[in-house]
Structures are given as structure tokens and as C-alpha cells.
């Protein structure tokens, strides 16, 4: 089994469907351990069991206190804790940012080993832009809540990254669509499973569809960003001249280019106009 690990924190990631995703380094911490706390020890047991593992499970939730949590901490200043999520990576959509922040007042030693991540591997499948993503976790449950959170991520040029559940999506994509009903988006789900899905259109089109085939199991539900709005004569000019002040105007024009998506050629003669 190897040598006993060094006391501390170690922030394992589980397989989000496919138990062929469990990293080795994962499998030999969780054996080398001396106790994971896990979100449901019905469900961390059953991993366990899969890989021939028997560690002692230490329930952490959205339910546990400030007590509960320091009897962790205080267990990691001579033993080895593995915190785990039923399933992905652990501190993504849940508590364990908590334990992990005052395991770090405390002066424990915090490990991670990176793994799956329900997110990042629906971000992958989608299909929209992923130079730049927000993860937003869950939408809110009530309809104004809802519209409010979406409002407020209206001007960010990212794709947005929620998840959400089976029951609630027709909802969340209804109020998508009246939100913005012109953006992409994709539900992902089933991920790593044997009835992977990743199904793109407008929040109307997937509203309908899983309106006739209702979901189950956890989703992963992206919005493409805003489309692009060409800047006005004076926004470009307003652009220009800032530029100028600090480089040439061959090289204003280029980088006011690249900032609006106009052509070079057609700023270079306005940006030595400004500069006379």
C-alpha cells in the first residue's frame, strides 16, 4: 500500500459518471489515507467499495457546522483527511471552500489532485467559445431571482456555465430565451456516460425539446456570449485618439482593429487624419 501520507488536506477529484476516469494518483491517496470526508457516505462508500478500499467516512456538507468542521481540522494536524464531492471536483458548486479556508488558518498543509470536473468537460463538448467562460453554479430556483442573476451577467463577453437539474431546466431555458433568446446555448448531460449528450441550439429549440423528453441527472447548461456590436464612427474615433497618445498611428490602427473586428486599412487613414 506504500508509505502512510503526511498529515493534511488533500483535495481528491471523483469520476462525474465513468469510473475509468479515476485518476491513479486519486487511488493512491484515497488507499494511503486515513479518512475521507465526503458529502453522502452512501455514495463515497460505493466508490470505495468499486476499488477495493475501506477508510473510515467523515460526513461534510452544506449541512455541517463550524464544529464539525474543526473536528476535521483538528484531525489533519496528525492524520491524512481526503476531501471528496459525490461526484467531480471538490469546492466547484459546494461547501468545501469553507473547510478548506480555515484548514489553511489553521497552518494545514492543503494537496490537490486534479480530476473530473462537470463543467469543464460540458465546456469541452459544447462547441461555444471557451477562451473566456464564467462559472456561475446554479441559476436560482424562483423566477425573479432567476431573471436578476441573469441581468446581471447580461454585459460579461464570456460563455456562462451553470448547472442544473432534470426538474428545472425547461424553466431555466424559458427564462433564457425571453432574457436572450438570440444566444447560443448547450445543454450537456449524461457526461462521461454511456448516453453522452451535448445538444446546441436557442434556449427556445431545447426548451421545446426537453419540454416533449424530460432530462434527468445532472446538467451542465452554457450560454454563448453577446454578439458582437460594431462600434459607432464616434466610439472608433474616441478609440483612435486614445491610442494615438501612446503609439504610432499604423499601430493604433492595428490595435483599434483588433479591439472593433474594422479592417486596418480603413483606420489607418482616419488615425493619421486625428493625428494632423
Known sequence: MGDPLQPGLYIVATPIGNLGDMTLRALDVLKRCDGVACEDTRVTGKLLKHFDISKPLWRYDDHSGERDRQRLIDSMQ??????????????????????????REAGVTVTTLPGACAAIAGLTLSGL?????????????????????????????????FYETGPRLVKSLDAIAQWDGARDVCVARELTKLHEEARRGTAT?????????????????????????EASEADVDALLAALLDEMSPAKAAAEAARRTGRRKSELYPRAMELKA
Open 78 to 103: 496528525t492524520r491524512a483527511v481526503a476531501l471528496v464531492s459525490d461526484a467531480g471536483t471538490p469546492l466547484v458548486s459546494d461547501p468545501g471552500y469553507r473547510l478548506l479556508r480555515d484548514a
Open 129 to 161: 467559445p471557451n477562451d473566456r467562460f464564467l462559472f456561475a453554479g446554479f441559476l436560482p430556483q424562483k423566477d425573479k431571482a432567476r431573471r436578476d442573476t441573469l441581468d446581471g451577467l447580461s454585459a460579461i463577453d464570456a460563455t456562462l456555465v
Open 205 to 229: 429549440e431545447l426548451a421545446e425539446h426537453y419540454r416533449a423528453h424530460p432530462p434527468k441527472g445532472e446538467i451542465v447548461l452554457l450560454i454563448g456570449p453577446p454578439a458582437e456590436q
